[in-house]
């Protein structure tokens, strides 16, 4: 199986970006001084309990910008953003690291994270042992790894570093067969990712397919094009656990508001 998406995609794009980044900062910040860091971080919050919590679980993204839409808020303040989201309802934070196309920074992680209790996943695009380090040095609870840019003996080896970490990764497909490479590999939580990220379309059916794949035992999420009640209520009765909204939450002119919305029916209730 490639590590590789296909050539000229626009994740083939980032990943490319992101290897001549990650080349760069091992040489600055070797794994031992990471190692280091790991040794002085805060104490894990449990990731895989906050996506299981009763009700509608939505994963809050904090995400200045992305590929498809360019610049989704400016100003971008994440401490306020992360704590007016955790009063709404959020049950945990994604938040964007990579720096190029989609403006986030692992500072933006850690300021969000000090500044609320929920536990935070770093979304980003991980593909080497060390930024799994970086990634815990620098105080996340979680992290994402997209199976369509990883080969399976590496997918195993950064789920099972992840883990030896106190971190169970949030592990990512879109298609029936990125989603048994998941399985196999060990993965404990899945997410759907309705944008298929070499054409940047979104389908909310991708989730209805996939779902009755996912074995009980394992935390279910939906990802992507999530905009309204009824859509969490619909796929939560079809067997997710939790879901990752961003762009939705970010061009609002009020993201709390937008997230209370998402989490209580016309009713006003969950």
């Not at 001084?33 to 919050?45: F, H």
Request: glycine share 6%.
């Amino acid at each position: 199986m490639s590590a590789h998406a296909n050539p000229g995609t626009v994740l083939d794009r980032i990943l490319e970006a992101r290897r001549a980044e990650v080349d760069h900062r091992k040489r600055v910040v070797p794994e031992t001084v990471l190692k280091y860091g790991v040794k002085a971080a805060t104490p894990l919050r449990d990731f895989s309990a906050a996506l299981c919590r009763d009700g509608l679980n939505v994963l809050a993204e904090l995400k200045p910008a992305s590929p498809s839409r360019g610049v989704l808020r400016d100003p971008f303040d994440p401490v306020t953003l992360a704590q007016a989201l955790e009063s709404s309802g959020a049950c945990a934070l994604s938040v964007l690291t990579e720096a190029e196309f989609f403006r986030g920074s692992l500072k933006n992680l850690r300021d969000a994270r000090e500044a609320i209790q929920l536990p935070v996943l770093r979304k980003d695009f991980i593909f080497d042992p060390w930024q799994v380090w970086e990634t815990r040095a620098n105080d996340a609870d979680s992290f994402l790894l997209i199976v369509a840019a990883l080969g399976d003996g590496l997918l195993r080896e950064l789920i099972a570093l992840g883990r030896e970490l106190g971190m169970e990764p949030l592990v990512e497909v879109h298609t029936a067969a990125e989603l048994d490479r998941a399985l196999t590999a060990g993965a404990r939580i899945l997410g759907v990712n309705n944008r298929d990220l070499t054409t940047l379309s979104v389908r909310v059916e991708t989730s209805f397919e996939l779902v009755g794949h996912i074995p009980d035992d394992c935390i279910a999420v939906s990802e992507s094009g999530l905009r309204t009640h009824d859509d969490l209520s619909k796929l939560r009765a079809a067997g997710f656990d939790a879901f990752l909204i961003g762009t939705h939450l970010m061009i609002s002119a009020d993201p709390a508001a937008a997230l209370s919305s998402l989490l209580l029916s016309p009713a006003g209730t969950q």
